[in-house]
């Protein structure tokens, strides 16, 4: 308890004497990991300590501390010395993901057929939205003759299924799974014309 209440004297002679951040926070930092069970009581005692440099230290610690309940008393900490006229900037939020957030949407997909004996292939690229639905985009690029056929469509994820069924049975050469990036970039090849042009 005495080493405690001497180490706080020591800092807060350290920060009215305007000594750096870099000087204060390591040894702030090691004595947290030497008696975290003493962690509250010392940050707690950082906000009679209304220096700029205090919101720092507090941020700093902020980002080594995983304890729930220690960054929550840093964030209390950070409010007083505000109400205080401390700038304080902004707080880094808790770490834990919000439950409200955003949809991640999923990977996008590639597809395509061998070259036929006349230099087409069956392209098909799936671009899946956050949320709901799918951008499909479909078509046939030739060696010779550039894009022979593409369409491209928004459809739901259940369309996208059924369509791909379809085609998996239905057409006469084999689809392979490819990398998205390389079916886009065939796309981009075959728009700008034959192979033979270029």
């Known amino acids: 308890m005495e080493e405690i209440q001497e180490f706080m004297k020591k800092t807060r002679d350290l920060i009215r004497n305007g000594k750096p951040e870099e000087e204060i926070f390591p040894i702030l930092s090691s004595l947290l990991k030497e008696q975290p069970e003493a962690a509250e009581r010392i940050i707690g005692d950082l906000a009679d300590i209304p220096h700029e440099t205090t919101p720092h230290l507090l941020q700093r ?50 597809y395509a057929t061998g070259i036929d004996p006349i230099g087409q292939r069956l392209l098909v690229l799936i ?46 050469f084999p689809m392979v799974e490819m990398d998205p990036s390389y079916v886009a970039s065939l796309f981009s090849h075959a728009t700008n014309g034959p192979l033979k042009e270029r």
Not at 76 to 83: A, C, W
């Open 127 to 172: 671009v899946p939205h956050a949320g709901r639905g799918c951008t499909l985009l479909h078509g046939v690029p030739s060696d010779t003759e550039g894009l022979v056929n593409f369409v491209g469509a928004e459809m739901t994820r259940k369309e996208v299924r059924a369509f791909l069924d379809h085609l998996f049975e239905e057409n006469p």
């Open 61 to 110: 610690m902020m980002e080594e501390i995983d304890d729930k309940r220690i960054r929550k008393t840093i964030r209390r900490v950070l409010y007083r010395l505000k109400s205080k006229g401390v700038p304080v900037g902004e707080v880094h939020p808790d770490r834990g993901q919000s439950v409200l957030r955003p949809s991640q949407a999923e990977p996008p997909q590639g």
